[in-house]
């Protein structure tokens, strides 16, 4: 019997796990992952635990890192729309948008026609709508090349959706935040923020809280810790049983209470593996 056996930790991946804030502002290549992060992952499996990634990547921008990190179980993908394993190369759960997506998009577009939209599929396809040099760097920083599409009429864009994300400056993306919860159709998404500048739609309900507990049902484990730095991190963060967040997280999620470890570059997830290690 090992100490952490039942015990499922669960770590948002971008800016938790792996530094990535800097190339995706800058064009630069990541710093490797720390290897006190690889270190301690493996001990924490070693003594029973579970270790997984909740991540707001789509599922093919996370692939090439699947490898690079040790884990034990499926990782939950696209901020929260499914469980992936990528062992077995297959979704175990996924939640896709309404078939209105497209009717609410178009009200969007219609009162902020500039905005960009990163339209994401089950699967490789990506679609994009007013490309940004943002997205150009987005693109570079998860490997995923991208189909520039000029309108989101039904023959343009397949559904189902996974997720969308919406990207303008902070003021906009809350005033479409608002417009959409005013039109009385926000009910049937979540709309989180990952960045001041971006905007995740997703279903109501597929958020990396609810698919983390999903996770650890599936599991069969006990005990959920999770740990991340950023607003869409805080639904699994609200509903662990224990919440860490690294130093570099987001003003909100520093205020929220959560235990505090050290910056993403010096190796947080391997901390907070230490101090579990002492406390159990």
């Known amino acids: 019997m090992g100490k952490f056996d039942g015990m499922l930790l669960v770590s948002d991946f971008d800016n938790t796990l792996l530094y990535t804030d800097k190339a995706l502002k800058e064009g630069t290549e990541c710093p490797p992952m720390s290897p006190r992060n690889v270190e301690k992952i493996q ?113 343009t864009i397949p559904l189902p959706l996974a997720k969308v994300l919406l990207v303008a400056e902070r003021e906009v993306l809350e005033s479409i935040r608002d417009f959409a919860n005013e039109s009385g159709w926000g009910q049937q998404y979540e709309l989180i923020f990952s960045s001041d500048h971006l905007l995740e739609m997703t279903a109501k309900g597929a958020n990396k809280g609810q698919m983390v507990l999903r996770l650890k049902e599936m599991l069969g484990c006990h005990t959920l810790i999770c740990a991340g730095d950023h607003m869409n991190d805080l639904p699994m963060l609200s509903i662990a049983d224990k919440g860490f967040c690294t130093a570099n997280s987001v003003p909100e999620v520093l205020a929220a209470g959560f235990e505090q470890v050290c910056h993403c570059l010096d190796g947080a997830v391997g901390e907070i593996i230490e101090r579990l290690d002492e406390r159990y």
Not at 123 to 147: C, F, I, K, M, R
Request: glycine fraction near 8%; proline fraction near 6%.
């Open 43 to 155: 001990y924490w499996m070693s003594e029973g635990g579970t270790f997984a990634v909740a991540t707001g990547r789509a599922m093919n921008a996370y692939r090439p890192y699947d490898a690079m990190v040790p884990t034990n179980a499926p990782a939950v993908v696209d901020n929260g729309a499914a469980i992936y394993d990528y062992e077995k190369g297959e979704y175990l759960l996924s939640s896709t948008l309404s078939g209105q997506v497209l009717e609410h998009l178009a009200a969007v577009l219609e009162r902020w026609p500039k905005i960009a939209l990163e339209m994401y599929h089950q699967g490789e396809l990506l679609q994009v709508l007013n490309p940004t040099p943002w997205n150009v760097q987005h693109a570079t920083l998860t490997g995923l090349q991208y189909q520039e599409v000029w309108d989101i009429r039904p023959e």
